[in-house]
């Protein structure tokens, strides 16, 4: 998984507008039922955000993600992936996540993602960490109408049982891509971070990749205090990429 317990998202500005948190449940095509944080802003100053968990599900890490999104004016979401398989909504550090991968499709992830897009009932972007950074490169597709996606070390290739990834599906995607890597992951090697950038170049999607060269997996983390250039220079991007996706959209409409 990406984050220990104690992991939380930096906080490298102060909050432009105050905020409103609070649990929902939402209600996938499926007829599934499942857990999400929801934090609302104040006042509105950009693109709505789907936020994607890693294995873990929807734990702190991500309810305060979604918060830090809300201060900057960024509507979020984050979901969790395990209301049909799990007894209860506790994703603390009991829950035995490893024993329900099984039981995930990337149909019902995906279906759980437009709901929670739906529930934001406005142009969206998804933010995806690990397993839904990979999940949010996914996304890109046009069926799910995102003004943009980012992801934080997602596998952009080949991955054991899930099969081929986005970087075999490039020509299927749409929406621009920032995607952010550390360079000290030994999950992802740097070729497979070149071929999903050649992919792309080659689909012709918009896109931006970038790797830093000694952080790890899961550095966007304030705990991580070696790494907080890093961190800092991804929070940039994500707000800007963000706000550059509201242009495009604003000159669209």
């Known amino acids: 998984m990406c984050y220990d317990t104690d992991a939380a998202p930096p906080r490298f500005q102060p909050p432009i507008t105050t905020v409103h948190g609070t649990t929902v449940r939402l209600t996938s095509a499926d007829g599934s039922s499942f857990t999400a944080y929801h934090a609302q802003p104040e006042e509105v100053k950009g693109l709505g955000v789907v936020v994607l968990p890693d294995w873990r599900g929807l ?3 991500y309810k305060q993600l979604t918060v830090r999104l809300a201060e900057q004016g960024h509507p979020a979401v984050a979901i969790d992936y395990y209301g049909r398989t799990a007894a209860d909504d506790d994703r603390g550090p009991d829950f035995s996540f490893m024993s ?3 039981g995930l499709t990337r149909e019902n992830i995906q279906a759980d993602i437009m709901a929670a897009a739906a529930h934001l009932g406005r142009p969206a972007a998804a933010l995806g960490f690990c397993m839904g950074g990979r999940n949010a490169f996914f996304a890109s597709a046009p069926a799910f109408g995102f003004a943009a996606v980012v992801g934080f070390y997602g596998a952009p290739g080949i991955a054991g049982p899930y099969g081929p990834g986005p970087t075999q599906h490039a020509a299927e995607l749409q929406a621009p891509i920032l995607a952010l890597f550390g360079g000290a992951d030994q999950g992802i090697p740097p070729e497979a971070v070149a ?4 992919a792309l170049t080659v689909a012709g999607v918009e896109h931006e990749v970038v790797t830093y060269p000694d952080a ?3 550095f966007f983390d304030e705990t991580y205090a070696e790494h ?3 961190c800092h ?3 940039q991007r994500v707000l800007r990429f963000l706000a550059a996706a509201v242009r495009r959209t604003e000159r669209a409409s």
């Not at 071929?195 to 050649?198: C, K, P, V, W």
């Open 100 to 102: 329900h991968l099984p």
């Open 59 to 61: 734990h702190e890490f």
């Open 195 to 198: 071929e999903f950038d050649e």
């Open 216 to 218: 790890p997996h899961g």
């Open 228 to 230: 907080h250039e890093a």
């Open 233 to 235: 220079d991804a929070w």
